[in-house]
Antibody, heavy 118, light 110 residues
Framework: QVQLHESGPGLVKPSGTLSLTCAVSGGSISSSNWWSWVRQPPGKGLEWIGEIYLRGTTNYNPSLKSRVTISLDKSKNQFSLNLSSVTAADTAVYYC???????????WGQGTLVTVSS | QSVLTQPPSVSAAPGQKVTISCSGGSSNIGKNFVSWYQQLPGTAPKLLIYDTSKRPSGIPDRFSGSKSDTSATLGITGLQTGDEADYYCGTWDNSLSAVVFGGGTKVTVL
Protein backbone atom coordinates (compact mmCIF):
# COMPACT_ATOMS: atom_id res chain seq x y z
CA GLN A 1 0.00 0.00 0.00
CA VAL A 2 1.54 3.28 -1.12
CA GLN A 3 2.08 5.89 1.59
CA LEU A 4 2.88 9.57 1.10
CA HIS A 5 4.84 11.87 3.37
CA GLU A 6 5.25 15.62 2.93
CA SER A 7 8.32 17.46 4.16
CA GLY A 8 9.65 21.00 4.02
CA PRO A 9 9.92 24.24 6.01
CA GLY A 10 6.98 25.04 8.23
CA LEU A 11 7.62 28.77 8.04
CA VAL A 12 8.22 30.85 4.92
CA LYS A 13 8.73 34.60 4.71
CA PRO A 14 6.39 36.76 2.62
CA SER A 15 7.55 37.09 -1.00
CA GLY A 16 9.65 33.96 -0.57
CA THR A 17 9.22 30.53 -2.16
CA LEU A 18 7.44 27.64 -0.52
CA SER A 19 9.14 24.31 -1.31
CA LEU A 20 7.75 20.93 -0.32
CA THR A 21 8.65 17.35 -1.18
CA CYS A 22 6.40 14.31 -1.12
CA ALA A 23 8.14 10.99 -0.53
CA VAL A 24 6.37 7.92 -1.90
CA SER A 25 6.92 4.74 0.13
CA GLY A 26 5.53 1.22 0.01
CA GLY A 27 5.54 1.24 -3.76
CA SER A 28 6.88 2.89 -6.86
CA ILE A 29 5.95 6.36 -7.98
CA SER A 30 5.42 4.69 -11.36
CA SER A 31 2.42 2.85 -9.86
CA SER A 32 0.27 5.82 -10.80
CA ASN A 33 0.35 8.07 -13.83
CA TRP A 34 -0.63 11.23 -11.96
CA TRP A 35 0.36 12.82 -8.64
CA SER A 36 -1.10 15.99 -7.16
CA TRP A 37 -0.96 18.68 -4.47
CA VAL A 38 -3.97 20.00 -2.54
CA ARG A 39 -4.01 22.64 0.19
CA GLN A 40 -6.38 23.65 2.97
CA PRO A 41 -6.17 27.03 4.72
CA PRO A 42 -6.89 26.82 8.46
CA GLY A 43 -10.60 26.33 9.04
CA LYS A 44 -11.40 26.39 5.33
CA GLY A 45 -12.03 23.98 2.47
CA LEU A 46 -9.84 22.13 -0.01
CA GLU A 47 -8.09 23.80 -2.94
CA TRP A 48 -6.44 21.87 -5.77
CA ILE A 49 -2.98 23.22 -6.62
CA GLY A 50 -1.97 21.08 -9.55
CA GLU A 51 -0.78 17.70 -10.82
CA ILE A 52 2.09 16.06 -12.64
CA TYR A 53 2.16 13.13 -15.04
CA LEU A 54 4.92 10.52 -14.86
CA ARG A 55 6.36 11.79 -18.12
CA GLY A 56 6.45 15.34 -16.79
CA THR A 57 3.27 16.94 -18.13
CA THR A 58 1.70 19.29 -15.60
CA ASN A 59 -1.69 20.88 -15.01
CA TYR A 60 -2.07 23.78 -12.59
CA ASN A 61 -4.94 25.60 -10.93
CA PRO A 62 -5.45 28.72 -13.09
CA SER A 63 -5.55 30.88 -9.96
CA LEU A 64 -2.04 29.75 -8.98
CA LYS A 65 -0.53 28.89 -12.34
CA SER A 66 1.86 31.85 -12.54
CA ARG A 67 3.48 30.91 -9.22
CA VAL A 68 3.44 27.09 -9.16
CA THR A 69 5.90 24.48 -10.32
CA ILE A 70 5.45 20.76 -9.70
CA SER A 71 8.25 18.36 -10.54
CA LEU A 72 8.88 14.64 -10.19
CA ASP A 73 12.01 12.56 -9.58
CA LYS A 74 11.50 8.88 -10.38
CA SER A 75 14.98 7.95 -9.13
CA LYS A 76 14.14 9.31 -5.68
CA ASN A 77 10.52 8.14 -5.74
CA GLN A 78 9.27 11.61 -4.91
CA PHE A 79 7.62 14.69 -6.32
CA SER A 80 7.84 18.32 -5.28
CA LEU A 81 5.96 21.61 -5.10
CA ASN A 82 7.36 25.11 -5.45
CA LEU A 83 5.11 28.12 -4.88
CA SER A 84 6.73 31.51 -5.38
CA SER A 85 5.91 35.03 -4.17
CA VAL A 86 3.96 33.73 -1.20
CA THR A 87 1.72 35.86 1.00
CA ALA A 88 -0.21 35.18 4.19
CA ALA A 89 -3.04 33.87 2.00
CA ASP A 90 -0.83 30.88 1.15
CA THR A 91 -0.77 29.76 4.78
CA ALA A 92 -2.33 26.31 4.71
CA VAL A 93 -1.94 22.61 5.32
CA TYR A 94 -0.44 21.17 2.14
CA TYR A 95 -1.27 17.59 1.12
CA CYS A 96 0.29 15.42 -1.53
CA UNK A 97 -1.99 12.83 -3.10
CA UNK A 98 -1.99 9.97 -5.56
CA UNK A 99 -4.42 10.54 -8.40
CA UNK A 100 -6.59 7.61 -9.39
CA UNK A 101 -8.78 7.32 -12.44
CA UNK A 102 -11.24 10.17 -12.89
CA UNK A 103 -9.41 12.29 -10.29
CA UNK A 104 -10.19 10.17 -7.26
CA UNK A 105 -7.47 11.17 -4.79
CA UNK A 106 -6.20 8.21 -2.76
CA UNK A 107 -4.18 8.02 -0.63
CA TRP A 108 -3.39 11.39 0.94
CA GLY A 109 -0.29 12.32 2.86
CA GLN A 110 -0.77 13.36 6.48
CA GLY A 111 -0.35 17.00 5.49
CA THR A 112 2.13 19.66 6.54
CA LEU A 113 1.28 23.11 7.83
CA VAL A 114 3.13 25.94 6.13
CA THR A 115 2.83 29.38 7.66
CA VAL A 116 3.76 32.50 5.72
CA SER A 117 4.98 35.13 8.16
CA SER A 118 7.91 37.41 8.76
CA GLN B 1 -16.66 30.95 -3.51
CA SER B 2 -16.44 27.28 -4.45
CA VAL B 3 -17.35 26.10 -7.94
CA LEU B 4 -19.32 23.24 -6.39
CA THR B 5 -21.98 24.13 -3.82
CA GLN B 6 -22.59 22.06 -0.69
CA PRO B 7 -24.74 22.82 2.35
CA PRO B 8 -22.55 24.01 5.25
CA SER B 9 -24.00 21.48 7.67
CA VAL B 10 -26.43 18.60 8.08
CA SER B 11 -27.40 16.69 11.19
CA ALA B 12 -29.41 13.67 12.28
CA ALA B 13 -29.78 11.27 15.19
CA PRO B 14 -27.77 8.04 15.44
CA GLY B 15 -29.13 5.36 13.16
CA GLN B 16 -30.81 7.85 10.85
CA LYS B 17 -29.92 8.79 7.28
CA VAL B 18 -28.41 11.99 5.92
CA THR B 19 -27.85 13.16 2.38
CA ILE B 20 -25.35 15.77 1.26
CA SER B 21 -25.87 17.55 -2.02
CA CYS B 22 -23.17 18.85 -4.33
CA SER B 23 -24.40 21.22 -7.01
CA GLY B 24 -22.30 22.09 -10.02
CA GLY B 25 -22.70 22.77 -13.72
CA SER B 26 -22.45 21.35 -17.21
CA SER B 27 -18.68 21.76 -17.32
CA ASN B 28 -17.99 19.74 -14.19
CA ILE B 29 -20.52 17.38 -12.59
CA GLY B 30 -22.58 17.37 -15.77
CA LYS B 31 -19.75 15.73 -17.72
CA ASN B 32 -17.44 14.05 -15.22
CA PHE B 33 -17.31 11.53 -12.42
CA VAL B 34 -17.57 12.78 -8.83
CA SER B 35 -15.49 11.83 -5.80
CA TRP B 36 -16.38 12.28 -2.13
CA TYR B 37 -13.97 12.66 0.77
CA GLN B 38 -14.39 12.34 4.52
CA GLN B 39 -12.21 14.47 6.77
CA LEU B 40 -12.33 13.51 10.44
CA PRO B 41 -11.25 16.26 12.87
CA GLY B 42 -7.52 16.88 12.73
CA THR B 43 -6.84 14.34 9.99
CA ALA B 44 -6.24 14.27 6.26
CA PRO B 45 -9.18 13.70 3.92
CA LYS B 46 -9.96 10.12 2.94
CA LEU B 47 -11.53 8.90 -0.30
CA LEU B 48 -15.06 7.73 0.39
CA ILE B 49 -16.61 7.47 -3.06
CA TYR B 50 -15.01 7.54 -6.51
CA ASP B 51 -16.41 7.36 -10.04
CA THR B 52 -19.61 8.92 -8.60
CA SER B 53 -20.89 5.76 -6.91
CA LYS B 54 -18.05 3.30 -6.24
CA ARG B 55 -16.63 2.60 -2.80
CA PRO B 56 -12.93 1.85 -2.20
CA SER B 57 -12.24 -1.36 -0.32
CA GLY B 58 -12.86 -0.93 3.39
CA ILE B 59 -15.57 1.71 3.01
CA PRO B 60 -18.87 0.32 4.41
CA ASP B 61 -21.95 0.19 2.21
CA ARG B 62 -23.63 2.68 4.53
CA PHE B 63 -22.00 5.26 2.27
CA SER B 64 -23.39 5.71 -1.23
CA GLY B 65 -23.03 8.15 -4.08
CA SER B 66 -25.22 9.15 -7.00
CA LYS B 67 -25.55 11.83 -9.64
CA SER B 68 -28.35 13.46 -11.61
CA ASP B 69 -27.60 16.03 -14.32
CA THR B 70 -25.38 18.63 -12.65
CA SER B 71 -25.83 17.55 -9.03
CA ALA B 72 -24.33 14.75 -7.00
CA THR B 73 -25.43 13.30 -3.69
CA LEU B 74 -23.68 11.46 -0.87
CA GLY B 75 -25.88 9.33 1.35
CA ILE B 76 -24.99 8.02 4.78
CA THR B 77 -27.33 5.49 6.40
CA GLY B 78 -27.21 4.06 9.92
CA LEU B 79 -25.50 7.24 11.13
CA GLN B 80 -22.84 6.68 13.79
CA THR B 81 -21.00 9.10 16.08
CA GLY B 82 -17.81 8.19 14.23
CA ASP B 83 -19.31 9.68 11.06
CA GLU B 84 -19.03 13.19 12.49
CA ALA B 85 -16.71 14.84 10.01
CA ASP B 86 -16.45 17.26 7.12
CA TYR B 87 -17.39 15.86 3.73
CA TYR B 88 -16.19 17.25 0.40
CA CYS B 89 -17.19 16.57 -3.18
CA GLY B 90 -14.76 16.99 -6.04
CA THR B 91 -14.56 16.59 -9.79
CA TRP B 92 -12.78 17.85 -12.91
CA ASP B 93 -14.00 21.05 -14.52
CA ASN B 94 -13.61 21.04 -18.31
CA SER B 95 -13.85 24.83 -18.62
CA LEU B 96 -11.32 25.61 -15.91
CA SER B 97 -9.12 22.59 -16.74
CA ALA B 98 -8.81 22.07 -13.01
CA VAL B 99 -10.04 19.90 -10.20
CA VAL B 100 -12.74 21.69 -8.22
CA PHE B 101 -14.08 20.96 -4.75
CA GLY B 102 -17.20 21.84 -2.87
CA GLY B 103 -16.92 24.04 0.20
CA GLY B 104 -17.49 21.11 2.51
CA THR B 105 -20.39 19.91 4.69
CA LYS B 106 -20.11 19.29 8.40
CA VAL B 107 -22.09 16.27 9.56
CA THR B 108 -23.25 16.33 13.17
CA VAL B 109 -24.73 13.32 14.93
CA LEU B 110 -27.28 14.61 17.43
Amino acid sequence: QVQLHESGPGLVKPSGTLSLTCAVSGGSISSSNWWSWVRQPPGKGLEWIGEIYLRGTTNYNPSLKSRVTISLDKSKNQFSLNLSSVTAADTAVYYCVKVGGNWGFDPWGQGTLVTVSS
Amino acid sequence: QSVLTQPPSVSAAPGQKVTISCSGGSSNIGKNFVSWYQQLPGTAPKLLIYDTSKRPSGIPDRFSGSKSDTSATLGITGLQTGDEADYYCGTWDNSLSAVVFGGGTKVTVL
